[in-house]
């Protein structure tokens, strides 16, 4: 069992940045794929960006290429998402979700994402 607390939320003016944080319980975080999806007001959740267990791969969705980066501390069981250049339509509650399998291929957007956190709102004004 993997439980995930989000944090790092908050309202920012168009073009500015915020970091999100995610921090799971357990002893087996290092061999979970982990992942940040979104859901904007209206619409459905949106796989944003994932990390590998090892921390050696990501992935990112087309609209927040060269703009988000994810990244993880094994250590610290800790998930970053580094949000910069933040637009309107980036608003959206953001969430933490990890893959439960243990050191699996990785695929991605593709997991199966089974635990989730509670969400972070992040709020760009124009």
């Known amino acids: 069992q993997v439980q995930l607390v989000e944090s790092g939320g908050g309202l920012v003016q168009a073009g500015g940045s915020l970091r999100l944080s995610c921090a799971a319980s357990?002893?087996?975080?290092?061999?979970?794929?982990m992942g940040w999806f979104r859901q904007a007001p209206g619409k459905g959740r949106e796989f944003v960006a994932a990390v590998s267990w090892s921390g050696g791969s990501t992935y990112y969705v087309d609209s927040v290429k060269g703009r988000f980066s994810i990244s993880r501390d094994n250590a610290k069981n800790t998930v970053y998402l580094q949000m910069n250049s933040l637009k309107p339509e980036d608003t959206a509650v953001y969430y933490c979700a990890a893959d439960p399998s243990v050191k699996p291929m990785f695929r991605g957007p593709m997991h199966d994402y089974d635990y989730w956190g509670q969400g972070t709102q992040v709020t760009v004004s124009s």
């Open positions: 357990g002893r087996t975080f290092s061999s979970h794929v």
